[in-house]
């Protein structure tokens, strides 16, 4: 599978943004997506995820309430919207795919197959 993130971009802190990530290569629908982002000199962190189907998903307690994520198994794509962005959301996010139940191991790096190649955020002040 080949995940595909855009999206990203130089936006005002308080402003929205949506970055997509389209797939290829594989049954889309066959796996629970994620988005993760690493910021400069920092570790790279969970941000949200969602099930197979969209019924289930997952968010970090820095974005919830702030960000929705979404798919279209149609489409072949999964989403992140986050609004009222602040300059600790600079990072670059990273779309992921996963075969691995879901639940809470989905928060960390490891139980996913195929990453993408991120897109960068910069949320200025």
């Known amino acids: 599978v080949q995940l595909q993130a855009c999206g990203g971009g130089l936006v005002q802190a308080g402003d929205s943004l949506r970055l997509s990530c389209a797939a290829s290569g594989g049954t889309f629908s066959s796996y629970h997506m994620g988005w993760f982002r690493q910021a400069p000199g920092k570790e790279r962190e969970f941000v949200a995820a969602i099930s197979w189907n969209g019924r289930l998903t997952n968010y970090a307690a820095s974005v919830k309430g702030r960000s929705t994520i979404s798919r279209d198994n149609a489409k072949n794509t999964v989403y992140l919207q986050m609004n009222s962005l602040k300059p600790e959301d600079t990072a670059v996010y990273y779309c992921?795919?996963?075969?691995?139940?879901?639940?809470?191991?989905?928060?960390?790096?490891?139980?996913?197959?195929?990453w993408g190649q991120g897109t960068l955020v910069t949320v200025s002040s």
């Open positions: 992921a795919a996963s075969s691995m139940p879901f639940g809470g191991a989905l928060t960390r790096s490891r139980p996913y197959d195929y």
